[in-house]
């Protein structure tokens, strides 16, 4: 049996033809875009992962600080009941006492700052998550755009793309 011959040159010729004059040249824009909605997306998720991951240390590190802190408060609180059950406290129970409510204190500090480090970092990742979503919005409705041929979807997309660029900017500059 013979195959059908199918005239596939001239179809290639005019599909080829059809890309290079005519369409919409608005189109290559929205792959330009989309590519550099991409690039900016993938930064920004970068950068939320990283400052996930730094809230999480310190969180875990904070954690850290405050089981050191409660093992002190419960060294304190044992001289402390032997000093009182005992007749005399000597002056190195009490130079002890001393050294451990300095600790405390200075372990206290510490956690403290821990937990600061890891609300801010966590804070950095929230606006960084942002700007992800808005880029990620805007490069799905390039996509519509793109397959429907409408340029207000395109521009829609912009919009979200400018969205994430603020987003991405407000969280480079609490970085």
Do not use: C
């Amino acid at each position: 049996m013979e195959e059908a011959e199918v005239p596939l040159e001239h179809l290639q010729e005019e599909i080829h033809h059809h890309a290079e004059h005519g369409g919409t040249p608005w189109i290559s824009w929205v792959a330009l875009s989309t590519a550099v909605l991409a690039v900016l997306a993938a930064i920004a998720g970068l950068l939320s992962g990283s400052h996930a991951n730094e809230a999480m240390m310190n969180q875990i590190e904070a954690s850290d600080q405050w089981g050191y802190y409660q093992a002190k408060s419960i060294k304190a609180s044992v001289l402390e009941a032997t000093m009182t059950l005992a007749s005399s406290a000597t002056a190195q129970d009490k130079e002890k006492a001393e050294k451990y409510q300095e600790e405390q204190a200075e372990i206290k500090r510490e956690a403290e700052h821990k937990q600061a480090d890891a609300k801010a970092n966590f804070h950095k990742h929230e606006v960084f998550a942002r700007s992800v979503t808005m880029f990620q919005i805007a490069i799905a409705i390039a996509a519509i755009s793109a397959l429907t041929s409408k340029q207000r979807f395109w521009i829609v997309s912009l919009v979200f793309g400018g969205a994430g660029v603020v987003f991405l900017a407000l969280g480079w500059v609490a970085h």
